[in-house]
């Protein structure tokens, strides 16, 4: 694994306040970093950073934030999670997670920072018509508006980075949990019941996951500041697919819960994803990463 050098480094953090901004924020203090973060929350819940209230849509307050800060190193994950098929909620989206992306580039283009790191998501590789594993090389067939935009901001960012000669990483993020994870994600709410003996609704859950713990996330994302990273696209995953009906029927088992889990309560989304594996091959091959625990291991850990 590459020796990574963040100590001392002015970091800046776009959506810094969300689940998996809080984590990396974390991680990089720890790691010496001076860390400056950017949300749309009013106030921010970590007292060791510089925090900006600031919509990534205001330009002009943008501009200023960049120019002040001058950062060395950026982690790009401020976006809109909205994983809805109705394309009324398109411009929405695509307004926080193309448009914003946008205005932060233009707003660093005067800045000589060392790397731009940007958190997209597996969802790019999308619809019924992908094949398992995935690799970086399989082809964009996203299945919604927000793995639309995420497209759109990947190829906004390799072209500016190649006309403005700047560094970029894209990391295609799949599915993660760890602990506190907030509702509205499957995991969290699945082991909220649980753990109350409620009973939880979902689909028939047909369909397979590739899931890492959070910790596993933060130390790519830290890689990702390496100069073998410059340039590249990187899955990160486990390499392994799960059925979510597995998933229940294990945090079932490890919650010692006497819920009931309604199978096909919930009727499947359109254009539903069915096989999201991911193959981690070149990222081991360039950065050395590698999952260390499952989220199963990880949870037991925790109950302990």
């Known amino acids: 694994m590459d020796i990574i050098e963040i100590k001392n480094k002015r970091v800046l953090v776009t959506g810094g306040e969300g689940y998996l901004g809080g984590y990396l924020i974390n991680k990089l203090i720890n790691l010496g970093a001076e860390v400056y973060s950017i949300d749309i929350k009013e106030t921010?819940?970590?007292?060791?950073?510089?925090?900006?209230?600031?919509?990534?849509?205001?330009?002009?307050?943008?501009?200023?934030?960049?120019?002040?800060?001058?950062?060395?190193?950026?982690?790009?994950?401020?976006?809109?999670?909205?994983?809805?098929?109705?394309?009324?909620?398109?411009?929405?989206?695509?307004s926080t997670n193309l448009n914003g992306t946008v205005n932060l580039l233009n707003?660093?283009?005067?800045?000589?920072?060392?790397?731009?790191?940007?958190?997209?998501?597996?969802?790019?590789?999308?619809?019924?018509?992908?094949?398992?594993?995935?690799?970086?090389?399989?082809?964009?067939?996203?299945?919604?508006?927000?793995?639309?935009?995420?497209?759109?901001?990947?190829?906004?960012?390799?072209?500016?980075?190649?006309i403005n000669q700047k560094h970029f990483t894209i990391l295609r993020v799949f599915n993660f949990f760890g602990p506190k994870m907030p509702d509205g994600f499957f995991i969290s709410e699945l082991i909220t019941k649980l753990e109350n003996n409620q009973d939880f609704d979902m689909t028939k859950g047909e369909q397979s996951r590739d899931y890492l713990y959070i910790d596993d996330i933060t130390d790519?994302?830290?890689?990702?500041?390496?100069?073998?990273?410059?340039?590249?696209?990187?899955?990160?995953?486990?390499?392994?697919?799960?059925?979510?009906?597995d998933i229940a029927l294990r945090f079932k088992k490890i919650t010692n819960s006497k819920s009931k889990i309604n199978f096909g309560a919930i009727p499947y989304r359109e254009n539903e994803i069915w096989d999201m594996t991911?193959?981690?091959?070149?990222?081991?091959?360039?950065?050395?990463?590698?999952?260390?625990?499952?989220?199963?291991?990880?949870?037991?850990k925790n109950n302990l």
């Open 44 to 94: 921010s819940q970590n007292g060791k950073v510089k925090y900006f209230n600031v919509n990534l849509n205001d330009e002009r307050e943008l501009f200023r934030i960049i120019k002040e800060v001058n950062p060395e190193l950026i982690y790009h994950l401020a976006a809109s999670l909205d994983r809805t098929r109705d394309f009324s909620e398109a411009n929405t989206i695509y």
């Open 107 to 162: 707003a660093l283009k005067s800045i000589n920072y060392s790397n731009f790191v940007f958190i997209s998501t597996s969802e790019v590789y999308g619809g019924e018509e992908t094949q398992s594993p995935i690799s970086e090389e399989s082809k964009f067939i996203p299945a919604s508006p927000y793995s639309l935009s995420k497209c759109f901001a990947e190829l906004t960012l390799q072209t500016f980075s190649k």
């Open 220 to 245: 790519a994302l830290i890689l990702a500041s390496s100069q073998k990273a410059y340039d590249e696209i990187f899955n990160v995953c486990s390499g392994k697919g799960i059925s979510i009906k």
């Open 278 to 300: 991911g193959d981690n091959s070149k990222i081991n091959q360039f950065l050395g990463w590698k999952p260390r625990l499952t989220i199963f291991d990880r949870h037991k």
